[in-house]
């Protein structure tokens, strides 16, 4: 599985967001989160969607990860309506298409390194065999090969990160994304874990990045600006 590049299916969008709209009721009235949402992501893009705290940037990865659906709008993933989906299909497609990473890395802590990785390929039901090896060479080319049978409490928040980022590329879906990957971590950490991220995307990977960090997010080659629930900037290199 690792040894085969994520391969873009032609020149069609991996993401296709047009108008979204999301909110919640509170008080009997509706509380705008997301409004007016419209953008393209392509295969190969390294995406920062930044923006200051409360802006809406988690409820939009939350839309992106097919974790949630929104009241408005529409949302193509690789050429599938997401709307369309029921929540068995979403969850084939979270597990097929996206790699998560998280802030707080998300580890079973009684888990090696090892079996964290391995994780959800059993959920994918890929053999024994297999999964073993993607799992032994994910953590490799995250540096971890020495430590693959560490739990969690016994690496460092970095090492804990990179073990994320493995179990992430583990199953090699197109896309990673990955909500504050550096915010519990010191600045140097933090440079790690990003080139980590680059060497990712230079092998293929689409990479989206939730970050309120203006020195990460210009590490990514576009840059989407949200405030209020509304983007008000996107620029950089469209792939
Ligand atoms: N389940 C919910 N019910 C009601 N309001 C919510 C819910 N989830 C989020 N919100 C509100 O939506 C807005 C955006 O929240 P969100 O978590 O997306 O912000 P964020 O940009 O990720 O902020 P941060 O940088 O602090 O993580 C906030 O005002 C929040 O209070
Ligand atoms: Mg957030």
Redesign the pocket.
């Known amino acids: 599985m690792m040894t085969t590049k994520p391969s873009p299916n032609s020149s069609k969008p991996l993401i296709q967001v047009n108008d979204l709209g999301h ?4 008080a009997g009235e509706m ?1 705008p ?2 409004q007016n949402i419209t953008f393209t992501i392509h295969h190969g893009e390294f995406v920062a969607i930044i ?12 839309m992106l990860g097919c974790l949630d659906v929104a009241n408005e709008g529409s949302y193509w993933l690789d050429g599938q309506d997401v709307r369309k989906l029921s929540d068995n299909k979403l969850a084939q497609i979270r597990n097929e298409k996206i790699g998560f990473i998280f802030q707080q890395y998300n580890l079973l802590p009684k888990l090696s390194a090892f079996e964290n990785v391995e994780l959800p390929l059993i959920y994918r039901n890929v053999p024994h065999k297999e999964r073993r090896r993607a799992a032994a060479e994910s953590l490799r080319l995250v540096g971890l090969e020495d430590r693959m049978h560490n739990r969690p409490s016994a690496l460092s928040g970095g090492q804990q990160q990179r073990v994320a980022i493995a179990r992430a590329i583990a199953g090699n879906p197109p896309m990673l994304l990955a ?2 990957p550096t915010g519990a971590l010191d600045s140097k950490t933090g440079a790690e874990v990003m080139a980590q991220m680059q060497e990712l995307n230079q092998r293929g990977h689409t990479i989206i990045i ?1 970050t ?1 960090d203006l020195n990460i997010a210009e590490q990514a080659k576009r840059i989407i600006r ?1 405030m209020d ?1 509304k983007i008000v900037e996107d620029r950089g290199t469209v792939v």
Do not use: C, F, R
Not at 23 to 26: H, Q, T
Not at 51 to 62: A, F, V
């Open positions: 909110g919640y009721v509170m509380m989160v997301l923006g200051p705290s409360g802006s809406g940037k988690s409820t939009l990865m939350n909500d504050e939730i309120h949200i629930g």
